[in-house]
């Protein structure tokens, strides 16, 4: 079964031939079964086993495809690297206001002054309140019975 191979890149050397982007078709008998399999497993080039007579349009028509498609993709990879570096800086921002924070936390901590020692110090106020006026009460209630 002939073969057709088209180079990624003008020029590419493999089992002695400088492959173009062009697609040629090889016959049956023009390279050894182990020199096919080196050109199969190349990255570099495109290699497809064809019928007797196949036509070479299908092939144009579909290097053409996937050279599109290649170009959509690297739009795409673009524009990922784009929001990485964009979500990068957001986070190193948001990780300042985090460590300032943290940092004002352990200050207000080591000064006695955090927001539990607060919390309690106005509950204990207003009991104290309560309590002040419910003796206050007792009193006044205490002159009226007598």
């Not at 697609?23 to 199969?40: H, I, M, N, R, S």
């Not at 943290?102 to 207003?126: C, F, I, N, R, Y």
């Not at 009193?139 to 009226?144: L, P, V, Y």
Request: charged share 25%; hydrophobic share 35%.
């Amino acid at each position: 079964m002939p073969i057709q191979i088209t180079a990624k890149r003008d020029g590419f050397r493999r089992c002695g031939i400088a492959h173009s982007e062009t697609t040629t078709t090889y016959g049956d008998d023009y390279f050894t079964q182990a020199q096919l399999q080196e050109l199969k497993s190349e990255p570099n080039l495109i290699v497809i086993e064809v019928a007797e007579g196949a036509e070479t349009g299908n092939v144009h028509t579909a290097l053409v495809d996937a050279g599109n498609r290649i170009v959509e993709l690297e739009a795409v990879v673009l524009q990922l690297n784009s929001d990485a570096s964009e979500l990068k800086s957001k986070l190193d921002t948001v990780t300042a206001e985090r460590d300032e924070l943290a940092a004002k936390l352990g200050l207000l901590t080591a000064t006695g002054s955090d927001g539990t020692q607060v919390a309690e110090l106005a509950q204990d106020t207003k009991a104290g309140a309560a309590d002040e006026a419910g003796s206050a009460d007792d009193k006044t209630s205490g002159k009226k019975k007598g």
